[in-house]
């Protein structure tokens, strides 16, 4: 029989061995979780969750959800944060194997210590004060009038700020001392804008060279009206003209040796065509067209150099520098030196910013015109509880396409306030950046973006990137403007139709020419890259004839578009289509010898009167429509000829010297098929002088009556 005594002995220690093996396999870590939500959103991705003094670190998922695991037991703090909403901060106690969880937190939106400004700013006598600009002088802060002239700025920190008031032909006005307080609204007392003075268009002097004139068109950079340029001979500038609403301008009564014109205009760079050779009075050839650039005035600009430091370091770079309201941005060398070029004149307050170290400003900063102005020192602190331990260093290159210098690039870790910025070589450095999984972007103007996901970043680690490369923000061509310009009526047919086109940039003239489609058809020529006197490298020009199968016809409506398939010579597509109309005037007289208000007519003999139509004139119905006054001493004898789509006819009478002569034709004239002219009734006035005798040598031939050249 067994010994019960010794069975007994021999379960006890199994029995102690399993409970042993058991408390020693209980786990000895815990875990924390919760959602934290951000009032007022419905993604809560991105929340950064820490626990100060260790390194773990967590980020919440679109929901909100996170959890920290891995834990020994023991007392923590969690922290919650999120740029513009109120820190939660909760202290816990993890015990091991036993998860804890903080709940359902709301963040709470940090409010805004900021104030409204509004007003009224109208027109001197106008109804409408819509448009005017309202500038918040050296902030970002900006906005226009409505119809009432009423506006209203929101979002402005507390302060004494300028306001700045202004409209295109009107005098700006200002305002000092808007205090703006927390919470309140300010009301700026009312502001009228009196319109600016205009002088008096001055009359070109009735100075005489000869019978020769030049024509062509002047255009004003970014403007619609292009009247009121004026167009001088250099070697005379007393004499002179001004241009048209269109840009048109013509210089009469020249000699026949070439000039330089120079063409000027307030606020514009002024241009010259130099050897301009005059043609006769009844030639419809043009010298060209130029466009005056806006003028950059250098006494309004400055410049504003300084020094930002960094407490505790020896090399001062990557800090970067801004003037608020210029949107010019700059980053120190390794002496923390920095320099603006080309700044308006005026008082700024500056901004310095530097990754782990607290932002600092200058609250005022004066910029001096034309000269070089010096900026107070900075020093930026490093950052009050600056968590370094178990945070992570990223690092990396970034390249610009075709550059040599691959400065100036942002680079950001997006749901954070940590940037660098690129020196020359590419290179960055973000320190400091808690461990996480992040989106890096990379910035800079005129190039393309690029967004790097799902970066993670390790607790005490370097983490080095593969280099990046941003390509360029190509941006494609468009069309400025067109002459005549889109909904022009009445363009004149005389001889043919001149219709220009131009580009924001070069263009390759063979892919434009063949973008061109014109409705109805019509026959034309096309030019381009100074193939004509109007074309250029960016400047196509049409030329529209009244010949051939499709002739350009009187009053008729006429669509011209510049399709797409028109390219940069990188081949650069144009940004859309472009479509522009016009409508061409009926059969006109479109020039007379002499011209009308001439004050000297030398009389010469069998010199006749000439009078030239763009269609072909009907005899009997022009010679019961003329009338002279006073009546000539000889009976009129006309002689037409046809040149062209239209007609010169030829006057020989005996006139009167020293008599101021009227010559009234009626609307009653009619061109061959029985169509009106336009711009009848017509009259010529001018005064004759003294006979001067015709030179031996010239002979004249009196054709007959009708003659087709």
């Given at each position: 029989?067994?010994?019960?005594?010794?069975?007994?002995?021999?379960?006890v220690?199994a029995i102690?061995?399993?409970?042993?093996?058991?408390?020693c396999?209980?786990?000895?870590?815990?875990?924390?979780?919760?959602?934290?939500?951000l009032?007022?959103?419905?993604d809560?991705e991105?929340?950064q969750i820490?626990?100060?003094?260790t390194?773990?670190?967590a980020?919440?998922?679109k929901n909100?959800f996170?959890?920290?695991?891995?834990l020994?037991?023991?007392d923590?703090t969690?922290?919650?944060t999120?740029?513009?909403?109120?820190?939660y901060?909760?202290?816990?106690?993890i015990?091991?194997?036993?998860?804890?969880?903080?709940?359902?937190?709301l963040?709470?939106?940090?409010p805004?210590?900021?104030?409204?400004?509004?007003?009224?700013?109208?027109?001197?006598g106008?109804?409408?004060?819509?448009?005017?600009?309202?500038?918040?002088?050296?902030?970002?802060?900006?906005?226009?009038?409505?119809?009432?002239g009423?506006?209203?700025?929101?979002?402005?920190?507390?302060?004494?700020?300028?306001?700045?008031?202004f409209?295109?032909?009107?005098?700006?006005?200002?305002?000092?001392?808007?205090?703006?307080?927390?919470?309140?609204?300010?009301?700026?007392?009312d502001?009228?804008?009196?319109a600016?003075?205009?002088?008096?268009?001055p009359?070109p002097p009735?100075?005489?060279l000869?019978?020769?004139a030049?024509?062509?068109?002047?255009?004003?950079e970014?403007?619609m009206?292009?009247?009121?340029?004026?167009?001088?001979?250099?070697?005379?500038?007393?004499?002179?003209?001004?241009t048209?609403?269109?840009?048109?301008?013509?210089?009469?009564?020249?000699?026949?040796?070439?000039?330089t014109?120079?063409?000027s205009?307030?606020?514009?760079l002024?241009?010259?065509?130099?050897n301009?050779?005059?043609?006769?009075?009844?030639?419809?050839?043009m010298?060209?067209?130029i466009?005056?650039?806006?003028?950059?005035?250098?006494?309004?600009?400055?410049?504003?150099?300084g020094?930002?430091?960094?407490?505790?370091?020896?090399?001062?770079?990557?800090?970067?520098?801004?003037?608020?309201?210029?949107?010019?941005?700059?980053v120190?060398d390794?002496?923390?030196?920095?320099?603006f070029?080309?700044?308006?004149?005026?008082?700024f307050i500056l901004?310095?910013?530097?990754t782990?170290?607290?932002?600092?400003?200058?609250p005022?900063v004066?910029v001096?015109?034309?000269?070089?102005?010096?900026?107070?020192?900075?020093?930026?602190?490093?950052?009050e509880?600056?968590?370094?331990q178990?945070?992570?260093i990223?690092q990396g290159?970034?390249l610009?396409?075709?550059e040599?210098d691959?400065?100036?690039?942002m680079?950001a870790?997006e749901?954070?306030?940590?940037?660098?910025?690129?020196?020359?070589?590419?290179?960055?450095?973000?320190?400091?950046?808690?461990?996480?999984?992040y989106?890096?972007?990379?910035?800079?103007?005129?190039?393309?973006n690029?967004y790097?996901?799902?970066?993670?970043?390790?607790?005490s680690?370097?983490?080095v990137?593969?280099?990046?490369?941003?390509?360029?923000?190509?941006?494609?061509?468009?069309v400025?403007?067109?002459?005549?310009?889109?909904?022009?009526?009445?363009v004149?047919?005389?001889?043919?139709v001149?219709v220009?086109?131009?580009?924001?940039?070069?263009?390759?003239?063979?892919?434009?020419?063949?973008?061109?489609?014109v409705?109805p058809?019509?026959?034309?020529?096309?030019?381009?890259?100074?193939e004509?006197?109007?074309?250029?490298?960016d400047?196509?020009?049409l030329?529209?004839?009244?010949?051939?199968?499709?002739?350009?016809?009187?009053?008729?409506r006429?669509?011209?578009?510049?399709?797409?398939?028109?390219?940069?010579p990188?081949?650069?597509?144009?940004?859309?289509?472009?479509?522009?109309?016009?409508?061409?005037?009926g059969?006109l007289i479109?020039?007379?010898?002499?011209v009308s208000?001439?004050?000297?007519v030398?009389?010469r003999i069998?010199?006749?009167?000439?009078?030239?139509?763009?269609?072909?004139?009907?005899?009997?119905?022009?010679?019961?429509?003329i009338?002279?006054?006073?009546k000539?001493?000889a009976?009129?004898?006309?002689?037409?000829?046809?040149?062209?789509?239209?007609?010169?006819?030829?006057?020989?009478t005996?006139?009167?010297?020293?008599?101021?002569?009227?010559i009234?034709i009626?609307?009653?004239?009619?061109?061959?098929d029985?169509?009106?002219f336009?711009n009848t009734?017509y009259?010529?006035?001018f005064?004759?002088?003294?006979n001067?005798?015709i030179?031996?040598?010239?002979?004249?031939?009196?054709?007959s009556r009708?003659?087709?050249?």
């Open positions: 029989m067994p010994d019960p005594n010794k069975n007994y002995f021999s379960i220690p102690l061995f399993c409970f042993i093996q058991t408390a396999q209980q786990p000895r870590v815990g875990e924390i979780t919760g959602t934290v939500q009032d007022g959103r419905s809560s991105g929340v820490a626990l100060p003094g390194q773990y670190r980020i919440t998922d909100g996170f959890t920290v695991n891995g020994a037991p023991g923590y969690v922290v919650a999120e740029e513009g909403y109120k820190e901060r909760a202290g816990v106690k015990q091991a194997g036993s998860p804890f969880s903080i709940g359902a937190v963040l709470e939106k940090i805004k210590s900021v104030g409204k400004i509004s007003g009224f700013v109208t027109l001197e106008q109804k409408i004060h819509e448009g005017i600009i309202v500038l918040l002088v050296g902030t970002m802060h900006n906005t226009s009038t409505g119809i009432t009423h506006y209203q700025i929101e979002n402005v920190p507390p302060g004494s700020y300028k306001l700045l008031l409209r295109d032909g009107w005098l700006p006005s200002s305002v000092d001392a808007v205090e703006v307080k927390s919470g309140e609204e300010t009301q700026v007392n502001v009228q804008l009196r600016v003075e205009v002088p008096a268009t009359t009735p100075l005489s000869g019978t020769f030049v024509r062509g068109a002047a255009f004003l970014g403007e009206n292009h009247s009121g340029i004026r167009v001088a001979l250099e070697d005379l500038p007393a004499k002179f003209t001004l048209s609403a269109t840009g048109l301008f013509e210089l009469t009564e020249l000699d026949e040796k070439p000039h014109l120079v063409f205009y307030s606020g514009y002024e241009e010259t065509i130099p301009a050779v005059p043609v006769s009075a009844t030639s419809t050839q010298v060209g067209f466009t005056l650039s806006k003028e950059i005035r250098a006494e309004s600009m400055g410049i504003l150099q020094y930002v430091y960094l407490q505790g370091l020896t090399n001062h770079a990557n800090t970067t520098v801004r003037l608020l309201g210029i949107s010019q941005m700059v120190t390794p002496v923390g030196r920095y320099l070029v080309g700044i308006p004149a005026g008082e901004e310095a910013e530097h782990g170290y607290e932002k600092g400003h200058i005022s004066k001096t015109p034309d000269q070089a102005s010096q900026a107070p020192d900075l020093t930026l602190k490093p950052a509880n600056q968590e370094d178990g945070n992570g990223l290159t970034v610009l396409e075709g040599s691959h400065g100036g690039v680079v870790l749901g954070t306030s940590l940037s660098a910025v690129t020196g020359p070589d590419g290179a960055f450095t973000l320190n400091a950046v808690p461990m996480g999984a989106t890096v972007i990379f910035s800079k103007g005129g190039f393309k690029f790097l996901p799902g970066l993670s970043i390790l607790a680690q370097t983490r990137l593969e280099p990046v490369t941003l390509e360029r923000d190509v941006k494609p061509p468009y400025v403007d067109s002459f005549p310009r889109d909904g022009t009526q009445r004149p047919i005389d001889g043919f001149d220009v086109v131009r580009f924001s940039e070069r263009m390759a003239g063979d892919s434009v020419k063949r973008a061109v489609i409705n058809p019509v026959n034309f020529d096309a030019f381009f890259d100074r004509s006197e109007l074309s250029n490298i400047v196509l020009h030329r529209l004839y009244p010949g051939g199968g499709n002739p350009i016809r009187f009053r008729t006429y669509s011209v578009e510049i399709t797409p398939d028109a390219v940069t990188q081949g650069i597509h144009l940004a859309g289509p472009f479509l522009f109309s016009f409508s061409t005037d059969p479109v020039r007379t010898v002499p208000g001439d004050p000297r030398p009389l069998n010199e006749p009167i000439v009078i030239e139509t763009n269609s072909p004139i009907d005899p009997v119905s022009f010679e019961r429509a009338r002279f006054r006073p000539p001493d009976i009129p004898i006309f002689q037409y000829n046809y040149v062209g789509a239209g007609s010169r006819v030829l006057i020989y005996s006139l009167r010297p020293g008599t101021r002569y009227r009234q009626e609307n009653s004239v009619r061109t061959q029985g169509q009106r336009a009734p009259s010529i006035n005064t004759t002088v003294e001067v005798s030179s031996p040598n010239t002979s004249y031939e009196r054709p009708f003659r087709r050249q």
